[in-house]
Structure formats: structure tokens, C-alpha cells
């Protein structure tokens, strides 16, 4: 079994917030072990929490689609969230809930070291660039600590709001040069916690 497989099973018995006396099933997120990127949203919504699995509503097929236009497929990377439960209501997540699933997703990065992590949507990006708006970062990839992150808008933004879709389909086209850049090691200037941005972006 591998760390990651055993992370997930430990995820299913969590009970660190109340979020656990309503779902129907934790949803630790699936794909490659190795995954070079982590794809993160926000939480499980009222699809995930019945299957146990993250977006497989509209927005997972939206997402699918996205993955598709580069060339990839779920089992090529890795799909979470920010939190593993679904809030009551599809509302946002707590601070609170957020901050007892915090350890999950740490754990979660750490198995997989990928190359790049991409926010999907506001709560996933306040998680890493707590100080941005994703108007402003979208599609930019930057250093935040020892992680690349690049910001995208939640897949669902498109359905509520289709101009965003062509934006967020162009956000996804830049990924693998996103990945050429950083297996290519050009990356310019050193880490830090502000967010240094990419060579070419």
C-alpha cells in the first residue's frame, strides 16, 4: 500500500470538525501517486459526496475537458480538495473546517511532491496566496515556498459564468509550458514567500 493509498484510507474515519456528522462519504481525492500536477478546489459538493469522489458533476466534466485540451486525463494527475467533506448546503467552507483539514492536504502534497499545484477557485488559492485575488493571479504560475502554484478559476465559474470559460480554457493551455519551464529548470531568481512568478509569465 502505497503512502498516499494510506493517507486516503486514514482520511474515511476523520472526524476533526463537525462536517462529519453530515457527509455521506470523505472525499480524499484520486489519481496518480506521482502525479506531476495536484489539481485543488474548494470542497466536495452534493455529486462527490454521494460517490466519494471529487468533481464528477458539471464542473468534473468541465474539468475533464480542460485536462483533454493538453493531453491528460485523471489518471495522469491528482484531484482534492481544500476540504474533504461536503458543507452542509454546498456553502463555503469554515475557516475552521479548512484549518482541521489543513493537515490532510499537507500530508496529501507531500506524498505526491508534484511539480506544480493548481488552485482551482478562490478558497483553494487563499490557501497558498492568501493575499491575492484570483482576477489578478489567474494563469500566472509562482513560487510559494518550495511549491509552484498556479492559480486557475474553479471549473464551475464557467457554468455560472460563461465568458469566464474561455479564459479558463486558455489558463489551462499554459500548463505544460508551465511544466517545460520548471523540468527545463529555468526559473529565474530564488524563492520566497511573497510568490515570485515563473520566467515567462
Not at 32 to 42: K, L, M, S, T, W
Not at 106 to 114: C, G, K, L, V, Y
Not at 134 to 151: L, T
Not at 163 to 177: C, F, G, K, V
Amino acid at each position: 500500500m502505497s503512502a498516499l493509498t494510506e493517507l486516503c484510507r486514514q482520511m474515511v474515519s476523520c472526524h476533526a470538525c463537525d462536517l462529519a456528522q453530515h457527509r455521506m462519504h470523505v472525499v480524499p481525492g484520486e489519481g496518480a501517486d506521482d502525479a506531476a500536477i495536484i489539481f485543488i478546489g474548494e470542497a466536495p459538493g452534493y455529486n462527490e459526496d454521494r460517490e466519494g469522489r471529487p468533481f464528477v458533476g458539471a464542473a468534473g466534466a468541465f474539468l475533464d475537458e480542460l485536462l483533454s485540451s493538453i493531453g491528460l486525463t485523471r489518471q495522469d494527475v491528482y484531484i482534492t480538495n481544500v476540504i474533504k467533506c461536503r458543507p452542509p448546503g454546498n456553502r463555503d467552507p469554515l475557516p475552521g473546517e479548512i484549518g482541521a483539514c489543513k493537515p490532510w492536504l499537507d500530508r496529501q502534497i507531500e506524498a505526491i511532491h508534484p511539480k506544480v499545484v493548481v488552485t482551482l477557485g478562490r478558497v483553494s488559492l487563499s490557501r497558498f496566496l492568501p493575499n491575492d485575488s484570483i482576477g489578478k493571479v489567474h494563469g500566472k504560475a509562482r513560487h510559494v515556498g518550495d511549491i509552484v502554484c498556479f492559480p486557475m478559476y474553479h471549473p464551475a465559474a464557467a457554468l455560472h459564468q460563461g465568458s469566464l470559460r474561455s479564459t479558463i480554457e486558455a489558463d489551462m493551455r499554459r500548463l505544460p509550458q508551465v511544466l517545460k519551464e520548471l523540468e527545463g529548470a529555468c526559473v529565474s531568481g530564488h524563492q520566497d514567500d511573497g510568490g515570485q512568478q515563473l520566467t515567462l509569465f
